[in-house]
């Protein structure tokens, strides 16, 4: 952990993911709002929370109701057309071995996808993705923690891809990741997505993009509360930002988020990634300590009792697997 301005920054805990993606993904036409959340939270996560490999696994569920202000309306800057989604999610490994092992089983998960989705569109983000600052002490979230949570997908207006993202970089992320008013800053720059080269490998699931959308940039925000995150638009640091967007940005979509549900995190399973996210919500809620206790974890990931048996503690679990608030070491 280290400072900036004062308060703590967590965002060095991010730097051991060194290979990610980021996934767009689109609910099943007349799927209940709340069947498809539950099924993606509680089913096809602790599905995609045990494929061997996977060193980081992030469920964002993006609020369709909620969509005023997130983001400031610019001057030649549209939103895309028709761009409705249900969430983002990141996938990460730690190495290029791992992502190979994790790909040698994925059609296990991929093939889950067509109970959920319509349409997921995986880019590729080959040299990982950058958290520029993190000021929420948590490392796994799982659920709504009641801080004002925004992705905002951008699209380049006529100027080469290495300006775009140069511009996304330096022109946005970093003067904001530099204000004390932004709790976290995320940003994604990943390839160009190939519609001849669909991903993810998910059959009966629709992987197309418009041309528009085959680069993107995408960056995620954090303020303590919607009117911080309105005041910041409101002041300095975004204003001068604004004669830049004009020259390099096209488009921009938000999405507020209504969850952040965390499965693997450092390459462990979180109790979410175990038991299931609301499970491990309530486990928490009522405080059942018991179920953290070590032979119990083993019991329930492997089908099979631990042969000491040995009892772990509460603190030695927050180390093993990255489950407390408290960050790890950086």
Known sequence: MTTL???PDYSRRD???VINSYTTVLRRKRTPREVFATYWRDV?????ARMP???????NH???EQDAHL?????GIGCFADYDLDGGVEIGFASAEDQAVFNDNCHLLFADEQNMFDATVAYALPSGSTTLVDRVAEPVPNGDDGLDRIHIHFGPADVEASQFRQFMLDGLARPFAADPAVMKVRLHLPEAYDNARPAPPA??????VPRERELIAVMELAFVSPMARRAFYASET??????GQKVHLAFASAFAISGVYTYIRNGGLTLAGLRGSRPAQLIEKLGARNQLEEAIWHLLHTGKPEDQGRRTSYADLSVDRGYVAAAPAS
């Open 5 to 7: 301005n004062g308060l």
């Open 44 to 48: 096809h996560g602790p599905l995609c």
């Open 53 to 59: 490999g996977l060193g980081w696994y992030v469920q």
């Open 62 to 64: 993006f609020h369709r």
């Open 71 to 75: 983001w400031p309306e610019v001057e």
């Open 203 to 208: 059959p009966n699931v629709f992987h197309n």
């Open 238 to 243: 975004f204003s001068v930002t604004v004669p």
């Open 15 to 17: 730097d051991v993911i």
